[in-house]
């Protein structure tokens, strides 16, 4: 059996596609212009008035990734860090999943503004399930 002129042209389409798709990805993945590239398109999603900056950078998107100097504002809150290295899973991201391996935080400070606002305690059906059963208790002697 052989493929038509026109399944031959598909095929090598779909291979295309999926060599440029398997080389962004690696690239993404394994070096630091993937990783500045995704970072920048992380921090243009954070919500507006908040700032992110470190002063260096090692390793790449697969892991270990290790920041210095990591500063990050929104309004009142504050973080900083002296130094944050990650190391996660990288398969289970395919799953929507973040395994994180290791984690090191030195030199960290977390600023969140006081509420002077009072506190409430939750109230029974806001919080926990309606009871319709009869509870009966058994005590043996």
Known sequence: MTLS??????????????????????????????????????????????????????????????????????????????RLRIDHGLWPLLSGRLDINSLTIEGATWVIPRDESPTELPKWPDILPVLDMPLTINVRE
Do not use: C, N
């Open 5 to 82: 002129r026109r399944g031959r042209i598909v095929l090598i389409g779909l291979a295309a596609g999926l060599l440029v798709a398997l080389i962004s990805s690696m690239w993404l993945l394994r070096s630091t212009g993937g990783r500045d590239f995704f970072l920048a398109r992380a921090i243009a999603m954070l919500p507006e008035g908040s700032t992110v900056r470190w002063q260096s950078m090692d390793g790449s998107l697969s892991g270990p990734l290790e920041i210095r100097g990591l500063h990050y504002a929104y309004k009142a809150h504050r973080f900083d860090a002296a």
